[in-house]
């Protein structure tokens, strides 16, 4: 079976997206004109899970950067540099960022997963930040994209490949998709208590122990797994709970397995959980609930800090303090009524949580398979 050296231009077209025209902003109202940022793309998929979108009288000066079905979104500048992520159907028609270029219009030997799966490789993020950096402006330049060589089989291989990976990537998809209806009948239960009940106010300082991260020296960062994982800010959060890529030797400032984790920096009020004790850099801080009804917190704070960057009163920060977290005011029930919601709330974060584990595993095993099949070290 022969196997061919191609580049990125021979196979598709590489197109950019498009910065938003002066003036002009993104919202949270949802219209018929969805948004694909940066921070969107990654792993492979788009994770719309905090959506935003543009009005129509925007949309008309940009509607020519639009994706399809099955195009291949690559980000080009900043810490997400080489992140991919396949464009859904329900995101067809969709504005892209100007960070990022989309793949299109592949040609008859070339199938779009097979291509998905070639920048999914282990190195391959990595590699593409280093060709960026070469650049003035820290940037993956489309001609640079254009002539990123490809080891490709004839199109049956591709389609053989790509169907063994995405085998694994299905099931990762129907178990983010439980995880979301889990995570919405919490917060649906949680919103019936907050409208019915007769509530106070009480500070953070007053419900949870406050730990604010401060970060170690960077030459006592590994990627050595027997050391604690670190995290600076909300680089490796997902929708529930936090994933692992650096490590630390020297750990300064901890939080402990079950804490919830909150981004104090750009972007300020983004949520996590920690399943692992952890070291936390200066952008993060860890919350525990003081009486233990941690699930029920993490649903205050994410009700309070209901956008990112934005305080539950509209005002904006690009940074926050203890000392102005302490004094933020929450709204709260009953403990018998908090006790309540926790017992039935720690079931579905049990639920979520054995889905993650299903993912990890899942995601690893995949992971192992793709190199071997992408360098056609196994046979199909």
């Not at 983010?176 to 409208?195: C, D, N, P």
């Not at 860890?286 to 941690?294: D, L, P, V």
């Not at 933020?328 to 908090?338: E, F, G, Y």
Request: net charge positive; aromatic share 10%.
């Amino acid at each position: 079976m022969k196997w061919e050296l191609k580049t990125i231009n021979d196979l598709c077209e590489i197109k950019g997206g498009k910065r938003l025209p002066k003036t002009h902003e993104l919202t949270e109202i949802v219209t018929n004109h969805p948004y694909i940022r940066a921070r969107d793309i990654g792993k492979g998929i788009i994770t719309f899970s905090k959506p935003v979108f543009i009005e129509e009288t925007t949309f008309n000066c940009i509607s020519r950067y639009v994706v399809k079905q099955n195009d291949i979104a690559l980000t080009i500048v900043g810490a997400n540099i080489g992140d991919v992520g396949l464009i859904p159907k329900e995101l067809e028609g969709a504005n892209l960022t100007e960070n990022a270029v989309k793949l299109t219009n592949f040609n008859k030997t070339c199938h779009f997963k097979y291509l998905l799966y070639f920048f999914l490789l282990p190195g391959k993020k990595k590699q593409l930040e280093q060709v960026a950096a070469g650049s003035a402006q820290g940037k993956l330049g489309l001609y640079k994209i254009k002539d990123i060589e490809v080891s490709i089989p004839p199109l049956p291989t591709q389609r053989k490949i790509a169907s063994i990976l995405s085998a694994y990537d299905d099931l990762i998809e129907n178990n983010l998709k439980r995880i979301k209806l889990l995570e919405e009948q919490a917060f649906l239960t949680y919103k019936v208590i907050v409208s019915s009940e007769k509530l106070q106010e009480f500070t953070i300082e007053e419900l949870a122990n406050v730990v604010m991260g401060q970060s170690p020296t960077s030459d006592t960062y590994t990627d050595e797994s027997d050391n604690l994982p670190f995290h600076q800010g909300v680089t490796n959060f997902s929708n529930y709970f936090v994933t692992h890529k650096i490590y630390c030797r020297a750990p300064i400032k901890i939080a402990e397995l079950g804490d919830i984790l909150f981004s104090v920096r750009a972007p300020v009020g983004r949520i996590n959980f920690t399943t692992d004790r952890i070291c936390i850099g200066r952008g993060l801080c860890a919350f525990r609930s003081k009486k233990g009804f941690q699930n029920y917190l993490y649903h205050q704070l994410k009700e309070f800090f209901f956008a990112e960057d934005v305080i539950g009163n509209g005002a904006i920060f690009n940074a926050v303090t203890k000392v102005e977290l302490m004094k933020v005011k929450l709204k709260t029930p009953s403990d018998k009524i908090q006790k309540e919601f926790e017992i039935e709330a720690q079931q579905t974060y049990n639920l979520i949580l054995n889905l993650s584990k299903q993912n990890t595993k899942l995601r690893e095993a995949r992971d192992i398979l793709l190199p071997k099949l992408m360098k056609g070290q196994i046979e199909v």
